[in-house]
């Protein structure tokens, strides 16, 4: 992304997923023809990506419904999130909070629409502190509330949507596996660990990557400091490209790693 680009933010708080972006895009090969994020948390790589790639397409997947909701809504309907955002953050309130958190928990949710279920999960990770969605066993919310006033910039989503209204995005809540067949040479995959299902598997991983791979992917693998960082240094069909001072870290393919020695980085 060029120096002289304003830069857009993801549409909720995700921790300091933006710090992500700053060394995958450096990372990244100069031309791609696809992008495909598997597993996506913050979005943060995938904006800065689309606004230095106009002539790619983008797919977005997450595991989480909810993620897909607030990408959808800013996609189709911003103007209407934005008007329930105002909404939330003019009532915003310890009480308020608690009654939109327990939306899920009292079997609500799924009543509501889309829309609506977009402009909670915005909310509850504007309020709660460090921003994120965590949640419990049964995947009920468990977000604290926070005092400070809600964090959400309209200016920011307004500018986002004009940016998905432009790029070729498709957003999907699919097994990563059903991607797979998708993909072709020189598309640039991102697989980012700490947003991948707590059910995959070391071997589930270790097979979607080297099928990736074999398709002739750009592959770029995030991942915090811990054991999931260590079984990837130990393979040999991925090798550790940028460290970031926070401990995460970033890994390659072969194929990633000949683009970047031939053509270079953006």
């Keep these: 992304m060029s120096s002289g680009v304003k830069r857009i933010n993801p549409p909720y708080l995700f921790g300091g997923k933006r710090r992500v ?11 791609f023809g696809g992008y495909v994020e598997p597993f996506l948390g913050s979005g943060a790589s995938a904006i800065a990506l ?7 397409s983008f797919t977005l997947n997450s595991p989480s419904e909810h993620v897909v909701d607030v990408w959808l809504a800013v996609q189709y309907e911003s103007k209407a999130l934005i008007a329930l955002m105002r909404e939330h953050r003019a009532l915003h309130s310890a009480g308020h909070f608690a009654a939109v958190r327990r939306w899920d928990a009292e079997g609500e949710l799924p009543q509501k ?7 909670r999960f915005v909310y509850l990770t504007a309020t ?8 419990d066993e049964s995947g009920l919310s468990t977000a604290s509330f926070g005092q400070a006033p809600v964090a959400f910039d309209e200016a920011n989503l307004r500018a986002l949507a004009g940016l998905l209204a432009d790029r070729d ?3 999907s809540s699919v097994p990563a596996f059903e991607l797979v067949p998708q993909i072709r ?12 299902p707590d059910a995959l598997t070391d071997r589930e991983l270790k097979s979607l990557l080297g099928t990736l791979t074999a398709r002739g992917a750009y592959l770029l693998v995030t991942a915090p400091t811990d054991a999931r960082a260590a079984l990837f240094d130990s393979w040999n069909t991925l090798t550790r490209v940028s460290d970031h001072p926070d401990g995460e870290r970033l890994w390659g393919n072969g194929t990633l790693e000949r683009a970047l020695r031939l053509h270079g980085a953006p």
């Design 21 to 31: 972006a700053d060394f995958v895009v450096p990372s990244s090969p100069e031309w």
């Design 50 to 56: 689309m606004q230095g790639h106009p002539e790619a």
């Design 113 to 119: 629409t889309l829309i609506e279920r977009a402009a």
């Design 128 to 135: 709660n502190p460090g921003g994120g969605y965590p949640v």
């Design 169 to 171: 995005v498709r957003l």
């Design 185 to 196: 040479d020189e598309d640039l995959v991102l697989v980012d660990t700490t947003a991948a």
